[in-house]
């Protein structure tokens, strides 16, 4: 009977421990499970981001798609939006509008009157511009070609037609007799200018404008036409040029020689100066003006590209300053064609290497050989997916230019840029604006200079409170006053963020702002009111200090705390009125130039810091008072007082702990979003003050990736930054790792 009983027994405990091992085993493997689907999730995260920010370093190329003779060697060549039809002019006033295929003609004619012949045809501002022919009598025609989509039985075809802006008559601009060397012209759409320069030197300058209002049809208003000489130019004047928005005129001499003329006042043109941009030994062998038009590229004889655009000089004078130079070009320049849209152009030597640049980014995105000698038209498509280029034997050739994100380079994200407009090289985010000729601007360093600043500020105010509240806690603190705290300050953790930077931007920024001077008082009377009422407390009976039992003395300080800072709130505003004429902010600015903003980091330091707190503290307290208690005990058997033995026995056995708070704070700050972006001003500025608002990389990503164009370059930049974060967050946590094992190997035998 009892054998019996002891085999029942021994089943039962060996099927209790066979599913103790099921279970266990079953445990083992989901959390290996879970680990894994972890690592998996986050490696498939960042391939993700790898694969949208790629295309942004992939370099350019070309595709041949077409080359035939053509038994024209044009004077003027052109593309449309699709390129697929090319425009042709010929020497004889003669043009053809020909499929870029095949070559075969689409329609042609006479450009010019009769009885009359072409001295010189160049085109202004691509964008805007018409086309300028100029007459052997120094007559101008304006000339804008036009193309119509059409879509019959679902086949969409080009119907390319021809207008005149300014008439079918020609615009006398010379005195009669006189000779075209260089002609160009520009327009708003509505106004025309036009500038030319004679044989003999003479710069003239034609302005074509509505009589009455503003009208949009220029071809069916009355345009009153004013020609006005500007004075004779010394040396042989090759290239002229009008920006965009027709209030500069620059001439180009073979020499180098560059005059930069002011025609804001259409009545009273003036030199603004003239400047050598090539060197002695040097030719300029083509100028032409990069989208936008303010900025002038020279190419040279020795293969050199150089970028030119006004600055303003310390007196705020414009002066003509070469900003960059691209050399990657062997023979001398022949042709420069900048695309319609981005500051990005193509150029051909003389030996037929083709070279595609951007300025803003600096990179040469491609040179390659075509065996296309003598190049002596080169053309974009207004989309820059097409270039087609004329050789001197009679060639013309059409490229598929596969070149999506040009304005992405190393240097254009992390390093200064000098923009156009701008005194010097500069560090700016600007995405996005309405202007047309507006260059996006993606510079990520002021967006990670932003973060770091929101981190540290962050930072900077909770550590101190999250650790020393930790400790005081989890050391110091009664028992039971700790059941109530602990759980209150962790509760916090889960306040949502929005409601954190509500409050920040809607409350606290302008009550900060109205008592500025009461919260950097505060930052000081409220430390020094603790010690003092810690030391004055210290100095009581005993007796009275048995009142309270040990560790609930905090429940003394904070009304202390809270009389403290409605002091220095309700005082406040007279110490301002009496010392700093009742605003502070404003003082600041005036005194010492420190700019004030309402949101600032300040505000976002105070929020964030109360979002991280929770965090920090929950994990450092824990971590001390896991600290094993003989070893407190033992510290104090040995005749240590008990902040000997919490500084040197207790923070060391938990400081991994600690350091790991601490670290998860800061990928947490790092990593925010809402309360920067409703408590700062979202201006990407690199300012070190405390009164000066910022942009971080969170932030940024939530306020534009929802307007971005999918697959645009802005786009891509902000995954790029969404990269560039978990980065940054995978290498804190990576670090923060290996500093906790180091502390946990040296301090665990404590």
Sequence with gaps: MNDARISDVGKAELTHRRWRIIKDRLFGGTMAFGGVAVIAALLTIFLYLLWVVAPLFMPASITTLSSFQSDVKPAHLSLNEHGDLAFLVAPDGHFRFVDAADGKVRKSGALLPAGTSLQAGLTGYRTHGPLALGLADGRVLL?????????????????????????????????????????????????????????????????????????????????????????????????????????????????????????????????????????????????????????????????????????????????????????????????????????????????????????????????????????????????????????????????????????????????????????????????????????????????????????????????????CGAIYTAYFMHPRMRAVVKPSIEIMAALPTVILGFL???????????????????????????????????????????????????????????????????????????????????????EFGITYDQRNSLVVGIAMGFAVIPNIFSISEDAVFAVPRQLTTGSLALGATPWQTLSRVVLLTASPGIFSGVMIGLGRAVGETMIVLMSTGNTPVMDLSIFQGFRALSANIAVEMPESELNSTHYRVLFLAALVLFLTTFVFNTVAEVVRQRLRRRYGNL
């Design 143 to 467: 000339v804008q070609s036009a193309y119509r989509s059409t879509f019959i039985n679902n086949q969409r075809g080009v119907d390319p037609s021809l207008s005149y802006p300014l008439g079918k008559t020609p615009l006398t601009m010379l005195p009669k007799g006189g000779q075209l060397r260089a002609l160009t012209a520009a327009t708003d759409g509505t106004t025309f200018t036009l500038a030319a320069v004679s044989t003999e030197g003479d710069l003239v300058m034609a302005h074509a404008a509505p009589a009455t209002g503003l009208v949009l049809d220029p071809e069916s208003a009355e345009l009153e036409t004013t020609v006005t000489p500007i004075e004779r130019l010394a040396g042989d004047t090759a290239h002229v040029l009008v920006n965009n928005d027709q209030q500069q005129i620059f001439t180009v001499s073979s020499s180098g020689s560059v005059s930069f003329f002011d025609i804001r006042d259409k009545s009273a043109p003036r030199r603004v100066e003239t400047v050598q941009v090539v060197g002695p030994d040097m030719q300029v062998t083509d100028a032409r003006l990069l989208a936008g038009g303010h900025s002038l590229l020279i190419g040279d004889s020795t293969g050199r590209i150089s970028q030119w655009f006004p600055v303003r000089d310390p007196a705020n004078n414009l002066r003509l300053t070469r900003v960059r130079q691209f050399t990657a070009l062997n023979g001398a320049i022949s042709q420069i064609e900048p695309e319609y849209y981005r500051k990005a152009f193509a150029a051909m030597d003389a030996g037929g290497t083709l070279g595609l640049f951007h300025t803003t980014s600096e990179r040469t995105l491609l040179v390659e050989q075509t065996g296309l000698t003598g190049a002596r038209a080169l053309a974009y498509s207004p989309r820059a997916e097409h270039l087609m280029a004329f050789g001197e034997a009679g060639d013309l050739r059409r490229w598929q230019a596969n070149n999506h994100h040009p304005e992405v380079s190393w240097h254009s994200l992390w390093e200064k840029v000098w923009y156009e407009g701008r005194s010097g090289p500069e560090f700016i985010w600007q995405s996005s604006s309405a202007s047309s000729d507006f260059e996006p601007k993606f510079s990520l360093t002021p967006l990670v200079f932003g973060t770091i600043k929101a981190a540290f500020y962050a930072l900077f105010f909770a550590i101190p409170l999250a650790i």
């Design 504 to 590: 920040a931007g809607l409350w606290l920024a302008p009550l900060i702002e109205s008592h500025l001077m009461g919260v950097l008082a505060a930052t000081v009377l409220l430390p020094l009111s603790v010690v003092l009422a810690s030391a004055l407390f210290s100095l009581l009976p005993v007796r009275v200090q048995g009142w309270l039992p040990p560790g609930r003395e905090t429940l003394l300080i904070i009304p202390l705390l809270s009389l403290v800072l409605w002091g220095v709130m309700e005082i406040s505003q007279p110490l301002e009125q009496l010392w700093f004429g009742g605003n502070l902010p404003r003082w600041l600015t005036q």
